[in-house]
């Protein structure tokens, strides 16, 4: 059998090995916060943001700053249909309603137009999920947020590497979250960042993120606010302190790969990558390969051709609100987001893949096209 092709796995280098192991062997006692103020202080310098705070999980990020903004029962939270769970689950655990809409054919982001329409009284916020790498529409976005008076946020989970009109994914919202699973561009095991440009969301995040310390507070031990335990551990924060010092390598190689399955797939008809508008650079963290209808070619023959040529890869996210805890009783945005899933599929981009790599999945991809244009 041919070796296997993961569809993703992160790149460590003797740089992460060397300072994990000084984590370990050394990072206790007046250290046991060191790395973690590195880490933060270098993805701040990085997204060029005024504030940063590293957390266990995207997840525990989007909880805290949710919470910082008062999001709460009667409140609403409008975000695209086609989301991986985890950017609405925080709203939800805060008693928010989600409201899901429509995302873009080109973008397969959020539709800034569905969203104007979708806007209640009760609309607090609207999360920008920048997906896979793509970019969200963020001038019409926080044209709108400042015309209603609503905080738009940015769900950067997938987006390390992107930029907005020279503006980098996750800095132009109200605040941003960051992931570093061990799926993504940069990773720390598990792992996340809050990152904010307002002083006084920041100083409400910094104490909801300490079990509700505030800094000003003398006494030890001495909670002022119910708060949350999203911090991440010294040994995680030495991983993200490597993995900044390579960020542009780690961000170049992903787009390098991305080029490749440009060039070898983007002529074919009816078939769809990740978009690059004008003013634009992803960091294309995940390539995906979207098919028109008219081909006839869904996710399922494309991954059962890749299973057998051993080759991993990941179905495009599914609606929410065809999830169990949401069917029924949110809306569904229908349109793209219901259609997009079906006949679309991430392909393999992990930094260390070769070119015979590529190879064998463009070829997977080649052979069904040509079967499905005769």
Known sequence: MKPRIQYTQPSISELEVQYVTDAARHGWGPRCYEYIERFEAAFRRHLGVKHAIATSSCTGAMHMGLAALGVGPGDEVILADTNWIASVAPAVHLGATPVFVDICQESWCLDAARVEEAITPRTRVIIAVHLYGNLCAMDELLAIGKRYGIAVIEDAAEAIGSEWQGQRAGSMGRFGVFSFHGTKTMTTGEGGMFVTNDDELFERVLSLSNHGRVKEQTRQFWPDLLGFKYKIS?????????QTERIDELIERKRAIMAV???????????SLNPQPE???????????????????????????????????RVFFYPLSGLPMFQGRVPAAGGHSASIPERAVNLPSFHDMTDADIDRVCGVVEALHGEARR
Do not use: K
């Not at 399955?261 to 078939?271: A, I, N, Q, T, V």
């Not at 995940?286 to 869904?298: E, S």
């Open 234 to 242: 010294n040994l995680q924060a030495a991983l993200g302190c490597a």
């Open 261 to 271: 399955y440009r060039e070898r797939l983007g002529h074919l008809s009816g078939l």
């Open 279 to 313: 003013g634009t650079r992803i960091g294309a963290w995940m390539p995906t390969v979207v098919f028109d209808t008219a081909l006839g070619i869904t996710r399922e023959r494309l991954l059962s051709r890749f299973v057998a040529d051993n080759i991993d890869a």
